[in-house]
């Protein structure tokens, strides 16, 4: 064998290999930031399906029984008055 496998071999043997693992402390605000920005997008993305039913409503039609009723077009909004 090499000796440059011979010596990576003896540091991951010895428990010394420190790859693939997350500094906790340097890397929270990054962490931080990411996980803000992605509730963000979400309270965001709430508040524009909120509207759209609330829009959809007042102009009298009514809101899909699921979610995902509809399909692609999107169009077929039932009524069941």
Not at 6 to 34: C, E, H, M, V
Request: cysteine-free; aromatic content about 8%; glycine content about 12%.
């Amino acid at each position: 064998m090499t000796e440059a496998f011979d010596q990576a071999w003896s540091s991951i043997a010895k428990g010394r290999f420190q790859g693939y693992t997350r500094a906790n402390i340097g890397d929270r605000p990054l962490r931080a930031g990411k996980a803000k920005a992605w509730s963000q997008s979400r309270k965001v993305k709430r508040g524009r399906t909120a509207k759209r039913y609330k829009r959809n409503k007042s102009r009298g039609t009514v809101r899909p029984a699921m979610r995902r009723q509809l399909g692609a077009g999107g169009k077929r909004a039932s009524t069941k008055r």
